[in-house]
């Protein structure tokens, strides 16, 4: 398990994503309402660079909605460059395909600093790890 | 060194032609290639708003959707063949062929002789600025359906010219269909010059069938509709009007409809032409047969559930030399050729739709062999 250093928390804006490499492993951290989210940077639709895309929100209609168009989840839908695919950045669940998820590592704050940890897949792929 | 043959193919050890790559040409570009009048269009319409694929008079795509943030489905251009050679260099593609961006909308324009001028100027375009062997960019010679005299005449002045691999259909807006008698004279052409004809659509909702769709709401019904049901419409009036059998050298290639349509077409049409023969008085053998010998590019690649389903696809229609692959970068909804190379193919299937079946039938340059 390695402790990779991201940077200072309160320069991480929201839809701003800090990036940080460790070996060939490319990895963004978002700021969220609650806190920070730690995910690969790679689409597993096709592999592309999923975290340079933007963070926005999402077009719904459901019963909830009484099957009118909504606009929902704004500031926490990271939309893939290459396809559009959209993640949910709380959970880091694709939306409408919860099947699919980014990889997810967890996220630390220490003394005003923010840390990832790089892990085996298995643990670091829960899908909340907040800080 | 041979690589070894237990280890899965990778992008490295194949050779990798993409079928369907797009440059994008704006107005104050072919601007110096038209001639006058059109010259001073051109100049206008490069000095006015430009929207993605969107000029009004030049790539008319009467977009009625209200946008939402940060939609915007990709809206990547590709303006220049070193630009081209260096992101098809990060896609580990070695040969592309080239479409336009902006003028797959060209069939959609009544002012005829503003269309063959438009043609003439894209051809010379690519011939002065794209196309070389030595950066694997070759050209899909861009026919005018509105005047195919002047389309047959391009043909033959580009087909002389080795770095011209193709013709290039317009299917978006088209009328009448590409089995119309009209269009003979580019059929002639191109067979006499040795050119595959390529079929190529684009999203567009007006003004013809299949794509009179201004009434649709959704993308996700427009899309496949502008795009599939378009090359089988077309496919069908070509098998009926003969094209295959009065132009019997001559390849035909379908791009960006993906594979899963072709067994549709071939049993549909064979059990028309059992109840009805006379609707297709050209043919000396059941449709089905034509369509096999025909070629299919795979973007977009179809992702079934179960990936091995689509090499069940593929045997339907005896595809196997048959699918050739395709990205249609840098557009929205490209394929990257890993995504193809990764599904459940065996080895020789691979290397055929990845590059081998293109390379013979655009009679490209045999590869250095990879390591």
Same mark, same amino acid.
């Not at chain 1, 949910?88 to 959970?91: E, F, R």
């Not at chain 2, 000029?55 to 009467?62: F, N, R, T």
């Not at chain 2, 299917?171 to 269009?183: C, E, F, K, S, T």
């Given at each position: 398990m390695a402790r990779i250093r991201v940077g200072p928390a309160d320069e991480i804006r929201p839809g701003q994503p800090a990036f940080v490499t460790h070996g060939e492993i490319e990895i963004a951290v978002f700021r969220l309402d609650d806190g920070f989210r730690a995910y690969r940077?790679?689409?597993?639709?096709?592999?592309?660079?999923?975290?340079?895309g933007p963070v926005s929100g999402t077009l719904v209609a459901t019963a909830d909605t009484d099957w009118r168009l909504a606009w929902v989840l704004e500031g926490r839908v990271l939309i893939c460059p290459w396809h559009s695919m959209e993640f949910?950045?709380?959970?880091g669940r694709r939306i409408r395909a919860q099947s699919e998820r980014l990889r997810a590592f967890p996220v630390e704050v220490e003394s005003g600093q923010v840390f990832v940890q790089v892990g085996p897949r298995s643990a670091a792929s829960a899908a909340r790890q907040r800080a | 060194m041979t690589r070894d043959s237990r280890k899965p193919l990778g992008l490295d050890d194949v050779f990798i032609v993409d079928c369907d790559v797009h440059a994008n040409e704006p107005p104050e570009a072919l601007a110096p290639y038209i001639d006058m009048p059109w010259r001073r269009s051109l100049e206008l319409l490069g000095r006015g708003p430009q929207r993605y694929l969107d000029?009004? /008079?030049?790539?008319?795509?009467?977009n009625l959707d209200p946008p939402f943030p940060d939609r915007g489905l990709g809206n990547r251009t590709v303006t220049s063949a070193r630009q081209m050679r260096d992101e098809l260099d990060e896609l580990s593609i070695d040969v592309g062929i080239l479409f336009p961006d902006n003028l797959l909308k060209i069939a959609v324009f009544p002012h005829v002789d503003y269309a063959a001028a438009l043609g003439r100027a894209y051809n010379a375009w690519l011939a002065d600025a794209w196309v070389s062997r030595e950066t694997g960019l070759y050209g899909a010679v861009l026919a005018v359906p509105q005047d195919p005299k002047d389309a047959a005449e391009q043909i033959r002045t580009y087909g002389a010219d080795d770095r011209f691999v193709a013709v290039y259909l317009p299917?978006?807006?088209?009328?009448?269909?590409? /089995?119309?008698?009209?269009?003979d004279p580019i059929y002639e052409a191109a067979e006499e010059m040795g050119l595959p004809v390529m079929l190529h659509s684009v999203g567009i909702i007006h =003004?013809?069938? =299949?794509?009179?769709?201004?009434?649709?709401?959704?993308r996700i019904v427009r899309h496949p509709i502008n795009h599939e049901f378009a090359l089988m419409a077309n496919l069908f009036t070509m098998i009926a009007n003969g094209v295959p059998v009065r132009y019997p050298d001559l390849e035909i290639v379908f791009t960006e /409809?993906?594979?899963?349509w072709v067994p549709f077409c071939m049993w549909r049409m064979d059990k028309e032409y059992a109840e009805i023969p006379t609707g297709a008085p050209f043919l000396e053998r059941p449709p089905s047969e034509y369509i096999k010998e025909m070629y299919y590019c795979t973007q977009p690649i179809e992702e079934p559930e179960r990936a091995r389903d689509l090499v069940t696809m593929i045997d339907l229609f005896d595809g196997r030399d048959k699918v050739i692959f395709a990205s249609d970068w840098p557009h929205h909804d490209f394929d990257h050729p890993r995504k193809v190379l990764n599904m459940p193919f065996d080895a020789q299937l691979k290397r055929n739709i990845m590059g081998e079946t293109a390379r013979r039938l655009f009679k490209l340059p045999v590869p250095v062999p990879v390591a």
């Open positions: 940077n790679r689409c597993p639709h096709q592999q592309g660079p999923v975290c340079t949910d950045l709380d959970t | 000029i009004p /008079g030049y790539a008319p795509i009467l299917v978006a807006g088209l009328r009448p269909l590409w /089995g119309d008698r009209m269009y =003004p013809h069938f =299949p794509f009179n769709l201004e009434h649709v709401e959704s /409809g993906g594979v899963s």
